[in-house]
């Protein structure tokens, strides 16, 4: 006698379906698998007990599938919650680059990534108004027009960006029955 793979799960499953197989008198090894709950595990039995762990794991699977299908139609608001993920992602991303593009790079850059062309020369004339400032007039009124024209190009970008992508919606608490 041998043992045979039955099935395959991914990490995060592993636990619960060698416990349903153990549950019924099936002794189950998992194999394989890794750091992160997306990587496959393969389920291992006895070739004696593979037919009925093979049954328990197709009901297994048709049960979560029926389930996953039930909630699905119970509501649209899981593509719209993946789509406001994937929105909040974009506006962190976009929001964070603004932000470096001000500090690190200046003269409205902050806002020449936001799409505001207008502001972001403004911001840049007064940058170099400040740095003339602080090289032949008034070093502090020049300091405080650099560090102001950056300030605002943070600011101002992070704000621009926040409302083109608007308040992403929070998914709806549902719960399970």
């Avoid at 794991?57 to 719209?80: G, K, N, R, V």
């Avoid at 207008?118 to 650099?146: C, N, Q, W, Y």
């Amino acid at each position: 006698m041998g043992r045979v793979r039955v099935g395959s799960c991914n990490v995060a499953n592993a636990a619960s379906v060698r416990a349903l197989l153990e549950a019924h008198g099936i002794a189950a090894t998992t194999v394989g698998g890794g750091p992160y709950a997306s990587f496959d595990v393969d389920v291992w039995v006895e070739s004696a007990d593979a037919e009925q762990a093979a049954a328990l794991l197709a009901e297994l699977d048709h049960s979560a599938t029926a389930t996953a299908t039930a909630t699905d139609t119970d509501s649209d608001t899981d593509s719209d919650s993946s789509d406001s993920i994937e929105l909040r992602l974009q506006r962190k991303r976009h929001v964070g680059v603004a932000i470096l593009l001000s500090c690190f790079i200046t003269f409205g850059t902050g806002h020449f990534f936001a799409r505001s062309f207008f502001r972001g020369l403004l911001l840049s004339a007064l940058e170099i108004t400040g740095i003339a400032f602080a090289a032949h007039g008034d070093p502090k009124l020049g300091l405080v027009m650099i560090f102001g024209a950056i300030a605002l190009d943070a600011v101002g970008s992070t704000l621009r960006l926040r409302a083109r992508y608007g308040r992403a919606a929070l998914p709806i608490a549902r719960t399970h029955r």
